[in-house]
Structures are given as C-alpha cells and as structure tokens.
Nanobody, 122 residues
Framework: QVRPVESGGGSVQAGGSLRLSCVAP???????????MGWFRQAPGKEREFVAS????????YYVDSVKGRFTLSKDNAKNTVYLQMDSLKLEDTAVYFC????????????WGQGTQVTVSS
C-alpha cells in the first residue's frame, strides 16, 4: 500500500455527524513518527484545501478556523489510522475528503488516495 485509504463519507443533513477514517500507507507511523497526518477537502470547482492535522508522536492537533469546535481528530498508531469526527456539519462542508502526510498545512506526498465523499444537505 502506497497511498492512504479514506473511508466513512456519506450523505447527511445539516447538523449531522460523520466519522472519516484514513489508513496511512504501510510503515507510515514508523517512518514518519515525528510528522503529522492531515485531512484535506476539495469542493466542486474549488482547490483542495487543508482542514486539520494530527501528529503521530504526541497527538498534537491543528484545525482551520472553519472547522474548529466541530471537527475532532484522533488516531490509532497500531492501526496506522487517523479518524476525523465531524459534528454539526454544514452545507459548506460538502467535499471530497483526502488524507496525506503533512508538514504544517502542506501535503508531503504526491500519492493521494481516492478520497471519500461527504455531502451535507439542508
């Protein structure tokens, strides 16, 4: 496995919740222990944007303002997996969500997964 694998997307009404999962490539935790795993999203007709990140080593997290207080990151190092709990979803959260190794808010790998679609309706 070279690319991360995202899952957990779906269709929900505004105010609802979803939990996304990202399985990082084999060995990612061991090799990139001092780095972070980030979530990005791309809405139709827009550029892909950084959303949040969590460090493999100390679990430190960072969120963009638009999701702060609504989205929560967690991780399971043994499973090479990062989770994004999304609550109080808004219409503007509709996008395809991707994960990638990050430095700051920048993706560090060209190997993107297929993403997982999140659709929020009114």
């Amino acid at each position: 496995q070279v690319r991360p694998v995202e899952s957990g997307g779906g269709s929900v009404q505004a105010g609802g919740s979803l939990r996304l999962s990202c399985v990082a490539p084999e060995g990612a935790v061991r090799t990139f222990y001092n780095y972070a795993m980030g979530w990005f999203r791309q809405a139709p007709g827009k550029e892909r944007e950084f959303v949040a990140s969590i460090r493999w080593d100390n679990g430190g997290t960072y969120y963009v303002d638009s999701v702060k207080g609504r989205f929560t990151l967690s991780k399971d190092n043994a499973k090479n997996t990062v989770y994004l709990q999304m609550d109080s979803l808004k219409l503007e959260d509709t996008a395809v969500y991707f994960c990638n190794r990050v430095r700051g808010t920048l993706a560090m790998s060209a190997d993107w997964g297929q993403g997982t679609q999140v659709t929020v309706s009114s």
